[in-house]
């Protein structure tokens, strides 16, 4: 069930109506869990079973290790590791590992081929984000930064919430449960603001995600076919269209929450802003960047083990961050190129400029990190290891004279430079907010108006949300 689809905004109006009706915080709280449930069970109902089984287990599991204590407690850690990181292995990471290992082994790679991958080849949707959702809240209550839930609906209901089920943000149980101790009716500017915030994202993700894909689609799929202009091109196309479909997504999560009086995080504040790659991941992905740092970062070791070891923990957590993303050497790739990238900027501070920056320090900066940021987007959407190459080698070497490339590279980097420019001026003091709130309610209705219609005309199809993937 897309947000972006019509069965999405029936079923969003439904379950907005019986909110309003029902009284009483329980009754809400069931209403949100079953339609989360509905709404998960849409994609395919079979791995319903899987989300019901991690949540029950991480329940119980933290109720324990909260009274245990020593050892017993280290092994309910133990367990609750073993468990998530399990599942997530066996249905994300199963089928690559095997046809991996294949290549060393004959026998089993003659089975492969005469049967096929063992494992169900659709990943279950969703199940990274709510795994380290969940995780993070068994690895609290073990580090004792927080007390487990007594009740298992709030606990559910913090796994399944339907905005950010498929695709965060990743919020904390500390964040999330203390907002559902009392669910009030639906208030009429909260809502209001919930779907003005829906809309921004829905004209995001149709009107400008979508058709960027168009392009990006049709390059990536064969760079080899297309001179390096084009290719340039399709860099900075897929630069605009990862941020605003992941973006979009966001945004839309966020106003269906709100208009049931709960308040997600924000994921995104300016990356292509950022002065540096430590600065893109403070930016980019706040939820999943901030999730490693505290669950993987710092656990290893942090930079509290000298600077050879401090390298070594940037690496292996950017490792696992790409790996997060899915399971191909090309995600290990992106992974690794950010890993080397934040590790020489906390060898060369100079690289980080974390020192004060003028104007034109800080736009040079700005202008290399974007670059450093899209060659990684390159090895993120090249889809294998050989197209990665065929990629960067026509990028560079296959120029053409200027023609239909050079405009259509000219087309896509201004359009960058636009979201660019239109992010430092929405950055000056909260400028649009601002502005929107002292519009006029006409002008405003006006622009929603406006931004629907956009949709209803250049809407390409109901493509899902890249990060769905994840």
Sequence with gaps: MLFNSATFLVFFTVVLALYAALRGTPARKVLLLVASYLFYAHWDWRYLGLLLFSTGMDFLIAARMFRAEGRRRRLWLCITLASNLGILAVFKYGNFALANLAAFVPALSAHLEAHGPPLPVAIPIGISFYTF??????????????????????FALYVAFFPQLVAGPIVRSTEFIPQTAHLSS????????????FILGLFKKVVLADHAALFVDRVFTDPGGHAGLLLLGATYAFALQIYLDFSAYTDMAIGVARAFNVRLPENFDAPYLATSI??????????????????LYIPLGGSRRGPGRTYVNLLLTMLLGGLWHGAAWTFL????????????????????????QGPLERTLRTIVTLHLVCLGWIFFRAGSLENVGTFLARLFSAWEAPG??????????????????????????????????RAPAVLQGAAL??????????????????????
Excluded: K
């Design 333 to 356: 790739l992106w992974g690794a190129y950010h890993g080397t990238l934040l590790a020489l900027e906390r060898r060369f501070p100079l690289l980080r400029g974390s020192e004060v």
């Design 278 to 295: 430590t600065d893109f991941w403070r930016r980019w992905h706040i939820s999943l960047s901030s999730w490693l740092r505290d669950y």
């Design 404 to 437: 239909e490339g050079a405009q259509v590279a000219l087309a896509w980097s201004g359009a960058l430079l636009a979201l660019i420019l239109l992010q430092l001026v929405g950055r000056h003091r909260d400028l649009f907010p601002r502005l929107w709130a």
């Design 186 to 197: 639906p208030r009429a500017e909260e809502v209001a603001a919930g779907i003005q915030r």
């Design 133 to 154: 959702q969940s995780l993070s809240y068994t690895l609290d209550v073990y580090l004792r930064r927080s007390a487990p839930t007594r009740s298992l609906l709030d």
């Design 449 to 470: 108006a406006a931004i629907l219609l956009f949709v209803a005309v250049y809407r390409v199809s109901e493509n899902a949300f890249i990060y769905f993937q994840f």
